[in-house]
């Protein structure tokens, strides 16, 4: 594990960075051996992923470190052959079900109740059930999330669900309910400061703080891309600057540019120009939702108060409704013409004030 | 052959000498009498017809009684002189009825030698068996109806209607007959009988044979070439009187399509740029026969777009087009089209034998030009092999020589149509094909023929009425006459809905149809028409395709004002969200809500002036780029453990920094501390993520190391920052260190696992610690990882471990078996150095062979290389 991202992650529950009182918390909730289903949620980049190993390994010890990557067959009622990777140990196993899309319900049902089903043969394994470990919850469907519901209740002896998503808001509350939610903030700018500090020193490495904070800022309370950042500023320059450049990731450039786009003229023209921009960003596979977001971030900018209450709920209606539909491009290029001709008129009634 | 003859016969010769003799003045009479008749009767057919005497001995008897002429008086005799022998005979063979019938016809073959001979025996013949049972009559009759079938064969009616003189002959004939004697001179004449069972009668094959010896053929054959050429006169003749009406009748019946195709290439209909365009193209290729100068050639000298590609809809006169174009360049058409087999190897066949060979015999040696018709409905694998072909790649069959394949390129034009330019089929082809998509004809134009064809068929039409068929049909030139044919003119007005044609179109044409208002005479039509002609439009289904080349077109079309075009779009994702709950839940009832969509942006959209579609590839080309983007995604997804979003978001924007240190192009051992630090790192960074640098030819023939699954084409975005990329030196130092990293992992999971094998006696909690330590930091190689792995961990699990590391023969880089000696087990350490002395010891080495040359071969060891 080199990358420092992977190099200097914290291994148990007592050498967390930050949220250090949850940690505890955590710690006193495994030690008394039993524990519900867990749903972790935060914005990406927390340390959700960090904190659900540490859980783990806390449970079985140092097992759970010899990871196994396995692909795994499923076949759909209409007989598709779907595939996914799973990493898992003797204990745990982990997997994305959104990674198979529309189909990820066959994955949920097979997997969790081949795996629910089968007991510890082990006795004198630490503890009597295994852990499954659902990541990207928030993007399954309604069918495998309802398919989840009662194999959560129906095997929870012989195993233990850890859903990990970014936000609760789509996750079924029949499943929230049947989960002990456990938010994990994002770091807060100075706690990513430490860990980036902690991490130079580690390196042998001298951080300007003033460099160490802007890197906090720009990373958005990020730490997974602040460590990344660092790095790559690493690679870039060392002895590092105070204003030395920053690499910021492209899409988001990319995203950025498109948006000061939308802002600058309001015509199908430049409509057309931007729908092949926002084809760029699709295949990318930059999820959608960081597009509304990123186009909003950038377009509010240059709204007054008034605006911005509008075009952010258009731009939510907009998001919701693409997550009713499937094409995507539609739902992006709707709300930039929609932002195009508020924006048209609300400069054209500016015009009109001051003639 | 007289020997052959049967005694009793030559008996009977010697006897009767006298007699013959007379009989022989008579037939040579009735010869006479014959070639004076212009009669043409042969000798062998008259012996038969002799023999049918037999058939009819009672009537002939009878009828000599009667007379009392000079020739009857010859005759009676003769004949009531044989009439007891031949009783005689007949006595004595009563028993043996089936050996004379035999004989008879021993006595037939024999007599056909020579006419004298057989005048001669006639009556011999005659008198023996003259009261003989049916048989005899039968097999004569058989022989007859077998010559007969010559001349019917031909034509049964011409004989018949021959001259009336053959009817009735003064010698015996050849045909059924009544013998009568005219009482005036007492001449014989035999009366034609009209065979009712002649038709009936099966030829007795048996009998033929026997009564077709040779003679017997050569005297047939006289016969047939006579009977031929009076059948040919004949035939001639009935020829002069049939033959016009029959070819006038063919006339009418002519599809008026085909007798006012244009003929030549003013008169074609269709669009005169297109036709210059195919002209002009096909001109191209003189260059091939004609030393011209033309810019549009390539190398050698042939057009670069070799084959023509028409696309329209039916009825536009494409294959018109094309054989009209061909001939007016002086080519010899030859056409494919859909009723030939088209299966690759059909095709191929073909392709070689018309745009390779040309007709040598023929009176005009022109050069072929292939038209390949309706060439949307081939198969995939077809329209390949023409590529193929074209491009010259195509190797002949059997011989594999490269050499001769020079001769394979395509020297002769090849125009391909179809009607669906976008067939899936044809994707390939569309890129090298040089298109010419033929527009309808003008209306005024089209009934301009129309009213000329009419006025040559003498109907009376209006124009209007012409004018409107035209439209009907959608400027369907084939229709059109079609109709025009089979409608007579008449009540052209009333039954229009006859011309009417599948209303089923194109997408670019159900496109324009929503995106363009509609105008007829009266200016725009209103809007209740409207909203029905696009609902019209849009029911044929592909709703899906429909809406896409809507939203790929719109913006080209519709006005400036923002706040219709953002209503559109709603109506966009309106159409999204329905058509994902029809997709993904099956919720049909809501689908014809989907029209409504397309009725709404005609409205808004559409606009009166004539524009300019396109299709909507780009759908299809991001699908692509996103599939292949994904399956890079997945690859470092399984290679690395990490997540497809925190791949995409967070890791791959910054591997292409990180990727790429400031390194010096020096050799490795110049490097400094930090510079080998920094490839140590990128080393151990590429193999967490699984990537390798895989050496690839650039389009100048250079050679580049491509990353691989190339994760930068993620991360990066286009126009966005200028990045550092590593040049090709500092890959290539790359590359070894990674290769060098990838054997010290593989030894370490050895040497761990050997370790482990050998610690059985005491094993620690640490010891396990540290194991998994080593263990862990080679997970990401592939093969090694699953060894280690699928050791279990807790203590009482290592015994099984160390029984199944007895087991497990351990397997070098390179696939060799390594043993591994136990008490050399002993003396290993932990240290990574040990284990370098462990490999080196167990036979792993590496020879140096380059050049073949003995002067550089020397040998490497391992430990050299790590």
């Known amino acids: ?355 | 052959m007289n020997s052959e003859f049967p005694d009793p016969n030559e008996e009977f010769d010697l006897v009767h000498e006298e007699e013959y003799e007379i009989l022989k003045e008579i037939e040579e009479f009735e010869k006479k009498k014959d070639t004076e008749s212009g009669k043409i009767e042969n000798s062998q057919e008259e012996q038969k017809r002799d023999k049918l005497n037999i058939s009819r001995p009672n009537v002939y008897e009878e009828l000599n009684a009667f007379t009392s002429n000079k020739y009857n008086k010859l005759c009676i005799p003769s004949t009531s002189k044989v009439i007891p022998s031949t009783n005689n005979d007949n006595c004595d063979t009563d028993v043996t009825k089936k050996r004379h019938y035999d004989e008879l016809f021993g006595d037939i073959s024999d007599m056909l030698d020579t006419n004298d001979l057989a005048d001669i025996q006639e009556p011999k013949d005659k008198k023996p068996r003259w009261d003989e049972p049916q048989e005899i009559i039968k097999a004569v009759l058989d022989a007859r109806e077998k010559f007969n079938e010559y001349s019917r064969g031909v034509s049964v009616n011409s004989k018949y209607i021959k001259d009336k003189r053959e009817s009735i002959s003064l010698r015996v004939p050849h045909w059924n007959f009544v013998a009568l004697t005219r009482p005036r001179d007492a001449q014989r004449i035999y009366l034609r009988v009209k065979n009712d069972e002649q038709s009936k009668i099966k030829t007795n094959t048996h009998s033929i044979s026997n009564l077709l010896s040779v003679p017997y053929s050569q005297l047939k054959t006289e016969a047939e070439e006579i009977l031929i050429t009076i059948v040919q006169n004949v035939k001639r003749a009935s020829c002069e009187t049939s033959h016009l009406p029959v070819t006038k009748t063919l006339e009418d019946d002519e599809l008026w399509v085909d007798k006012y195709r244009p003929r030549s290439y003013i008169e074609l209909l269709s669009d005169e740029s297109v036709n210059r365009q195919l002209l002009h193209w096909i001109k191209l290729w003189d260059k091939t026969f004609a030393e011209k100068p033309f810019q549009e050639l390539d190398s050698k000298g042939f057009p670069i777009q070799r084959i023509a590609l028409l696309s329209g809809p039916p009825g536009l006169g494409k294959t018109t087009l094309a054989h009209l174009v061909a001939k007016h360049a002086g080519y010899n058409v030859v056409e494919i089209n859909a009723s030939d087999e088209r299966s690759p190897d059909a095709f191929r066949q073909v392709l070689l034998a018309s745009t390779q060979m040309k007709a040598v015999i023929g009176n005009d040696p022109r050069p072929n030009c292939l038209v390949l018709d309706e060439i949307d409905g081939a198969p995939t694998a077809s329209i390949d092999l023409l590529l193929k072909f074209v491009q010259g790649k195509l190797i002949p069959k059997g011989k594999k020589d490269k050499t001769k394949t020079d001769k394979h390129v395509c020297h002769r034009p090849v125009i391909c149509i179809c009607n669906e330019l976008y067939t899936p089929s044809l994707r390939a082809l569309r890129v090298t094909a040089f298109i010419i998509s033929v527009p309808e004809v003008s209306a005024t134009k089209l009934a301009d023929r129309l009213m000329e064809v009419s006025r040559k068929e003498k109907l009376k039409v209006n124009s209007d009425a012409l004018l409107r068929l035209v439209e009907i049909s959608g400027c369907d030139i084939r229709s059109c006459i079609g109709a025009l044919q089979y409608m007579g003119g008449v009540n052209l007005g009333d039954n229009l809905s006859f011309a009417l044609k599948d209303s089923r179109k194109g997408l670019f044409d159900s496109w324009k149809q929503i995106l363009k208002i509609p105008v007829n005479r009266n200016g725009i039509l209103p809007l209740s028409e409207r909203v029905q002609l696009v609902l019209r439009t849009v029911q044929n289904g592909e709703s899906e395709k429909l809406a896409q080349g809507i939203f790929h077109n719109y913006p080209e079309i519709c006005s400036d004002k923002m706040n219709y075009v953002a209503l559109c779009l709603k109506w966009f994702q309106f159409f999204d969200e329905i058509l994902f709950l029809v997709g993904s839940l099956q919720t049909w009832s809501v689908m014809p809500y989907l029209n409504y969509a397309f009725v709404f942006w005609h409205l808004y959209f559409a606009k009166a002036r004539n524009i300019k579609l396109s299709y909507p590839s780009i759908v299809y080309e991001m699908n692509q780029k996103h599939a292949k983007n994904i399956g890079i995604l997945t690859t470092v997804q399984r290679n690395s453990g990490h997540n497809k979003i925190i791949l995409t978001v967070d890791i791959a924007p910054f591997l292409p920094d990180l990727l790429s240190p400031q390194l010096r192009t020096v050799s490795g051992h110049l490097h400094s501390d930090k510079e080998k630090n920094d490839i140590n790192r990128l080393v151990n960074v590429l193999i967490d993520f699984g990537l390798t640098f895989i050496q690839e030819k650039n389009f100048d023939e250079r050679y580049d190391y491509k990353l691989d699954p190339n994760i930068f084409e993620i991360g990066i975005f286009p126009d966005c920052k200028y990045r550092r990329t590593l040049i090709y030196a500092v890959k290539q130092i790359i590359v070894q260190e990674l290769e060098a990293e990838r054997l010290r992992r593989v030894e370490n999971a050895i040497k761990s696992m050997t370790k482990s094998a050998q610690n059985k006696k005491s094993i620690t909690s640490e010891s396990i610690t540290n194991h998994n330590v080593t263990t862990n930091s080679a997970t990401s190689d592939a093969k090694i990882c699953n060894n280690a792995t699928s050791k279990p961990n807790a203590l009482e699990q290592s015994k099984k471990l160390q029984m199944e590391t007895k087991d497990i023969k351990y397997k070098d880089f390179f696939g060799r078996t390594i043993t591994v000696n136990q008490g050399e087990q002993k003396k290993l350490d932990k240290e990574s150095i040990k284990s370098r002395n462990f490999l080196t010891k167990n036979s792993v080495w590496y020879k140096y062979k380059e050049g073949f040359s003995n002067a550089v071969r020397r040998n490497v060891k391992m430990k050299d290389l790590l």
């Open chain 1, 1 to 355: 594990m080199s990358l420092w991202v992977d190099k200097y992650r914290p291994t148990s529950l007592g050498k967390l960075d930050y949220h250090k009182e949850q940690a505890e918390y955590l710690k006193n909730m495994i030690q008394k051996g039993d524990f519900p289903h867990l749903l972790v949620y935060g914005p990406s980049g927390a340390g959700k992923k960090t904190r659900i190993m540490c859980i783990i390994r806390e449970l079985y010890g140092c097992g759970i470190d010899r990871l196994r990557m396995e692909t795994m067959t499923f076949e759909t009622p209409s007989k598709k052959k779907l595939e996914i990777t799973t990493i898992s140990s003797n204990y745990h196993i982990e997997v994305n079900p959104s990674d198979v899309g529309i189909h990820d319900r066959v994955v949920v049902m097979d997997l969790v109740k081949t795996t629910a089903q089968t007991h510890q043969i082990d006795p004198s394994g630490q503890k009597e059930f295994k852990v499954v470990l659902l990541t990207n919850v928030d993007q399954l469907t309604k069918d495998a999330q309802h398919a989840l519901r009662r194999t959560m209740e129906k095997y929870v002896a012989t195993c233990r669900l850890i859903l990990c998503a970014n936000s609760t808001s789509r996750v079924l509350p029949a499943i929230r309910s049947r989960c002990l939610g456990i938010r994990v903030p994002a770091p807060s700018i100075s706690d990513i400061k430490n860990i980036l500090h902690l991490i130079c020193k580690r390196e042998g490495l001298t951080l300007p703080d003033e460099l160490a904070k802007r890197l906090a800022e720009t990373s958005g309370r990020n730490l997974r891309r602040a460590i990344l950042m660092l790095e790559a500023c690493k690679v870039e320059q060392y002895p590092f600057t105070a204003n030395q450049n920053i690499t910021e990731p492209d899409w988001q450039v990319y995203i950025r540019n498109t948006a000061s786009m939308m802002v600058s003229e309001q015509s199908p023209k430049k409509l057309l120009a931007i729908r092949s921009r926002l084809y760029e960003l699709l295949t990318h596979a930059i999820p959608c939702d960081l597009i509304f977001k990123g186009l909003l971030q950038e377009c509010i900018k240059n709204c007054d108060l008034q605006l911005k209450i509008e075009i952010a709920t258009v731009a939510a209606e907009y998001e919701h409704r693409m997550h009713k539909g499937s094409k995507s491009i539609f739902h992006l290029e709707a709300f930039v013409a929609r932002f195009m001709a508020i924006y048209k008129k609300f400069i054209d009634s500016s015009l009109e004030g001051f003639v």
